[in-house]
């Protein structure tokens, strides 16, 4: 499913860490791997080049010659120019990294992976600063967090690609995750969906069925990885309008700061 990877960098240790997770998966799952600069004015495009090749030239020594590897400089606005190379490249999955302390925490938009986030409809990837790759492919952090409204999803791909990452771990386990009000229940449709994404992921991978009550979708996610720390990576969908995760982001978007966050679409390309 995943065969095209991109990774934007900016030469920074962040985006150096998420590099890894992204070169990792490309190798386990057989994709290429993209590794894109989008250059600032004023930026010598002849270092950049070589920086980028000195990258690549790391990773196929450290991951071996069979990384299916390349690597471009573009110029222009970031979120547009990245957006334009994902159409190009048929792009599949977006791996990006991104700072920040433990836990879950808001973040103001100007975040360029927040934009990615909000502009386009390939999942993407978000690694923090802090996450490292052999705790997420470790028998300690095998839990995956699916938190889901249980609304329909649309775009069946990007389930896909959410079961091809999960399998990418030691005996994992997914744990399909809802927030809601306290005395409410679900409703008929809801209840389906969630019974559909467990029978769905069940054939390959160990599924449960996970409820927090509280007023605050955040909050009660945050509550729940706080409870449990063999948590390796949290999965959402993102929405163009409504439900958990919107894409249209008015004020803040919750970003996960200490587990890698992959978020998915509902809607198709």
Avoid: W
């Avoid at 095209?4 to 900016?10: F, H, Q, T, Y």
């Avoid at 190798?27 to 270092?47: C, F, N, W, Y």
């Avoid at 994902?86 to 700072?99: E, F, P, Y």
């Amino acid at each position: 499913m995943i065969k095209s990877i991109i990774a934007p960098v900016d030469f920074s240790e962040a985006a150096g860490n998420a590099l890894l997770f992204a070169a990792e998966i490309s190798k386990r799952v057989s994709a290429t791997l993209i590794i894109i600069h989008v250059m600032p004015a004023g930026d010598s495009e002849a270092q950049a080049i070589q920086k980028l090749e000195l990258l690549v030239s790391e990773l196929q020594a450290s991951f071996g010659a069979s990384l299916n590897c390349t690597s471009l400089v573009a110029h222009g606005d970031f979120v547009d120019t990245l957006t334009e190379q994902i159409s190009a490249q048929r792009v599949d999955l977006i791996v990006m990294g991104t700072k920040g302390a433990s836990g879950l925490k808001r973040i103001l938009i100007g975040s360029n992976t927040v934009k990615v986030v909000a502009h386009t409809k390939v999942a993407v990837m978000v690694i923090p600063e802090v996450a490292r790759f052999e705790d997420f492919n470790r028998k300690g952090k095998n839990r995956v967090v699916f938190a889901t409204d249980l609304e329909d999803v649309e775009n069946e791909a990007s389930l896909d690609i959410l079961a091809e990452v999960v399998g990418l771990m030691i005996a994992p386990t997914l744990r399909v995750l809802n927030v809601r009000p306290k005395n409410t229940r679900l409703g008929f449709s809801q209840e389906m969906e969630r019974a559909a994404l467990v029978s769905r992921f069940r054939e390959d991978i160990e599924t449960e069925r996970i409820t927090v009550f509280d007023d605050s979708v955040m909050d009660g996610i945050n509550f729940y990885l706080d409870k449990h720390t063999d948590t390796g990576m949290v999965a959402m969908i993102a929405r163009d309008s409504g439900g958990l995760f919107q894409r249209h982001f008015t004020h803040e978007m919750a970003a996960v700061t200490h587990y890698p966050l992959l978020v998915l679409n509902s809607s198709k390309h």
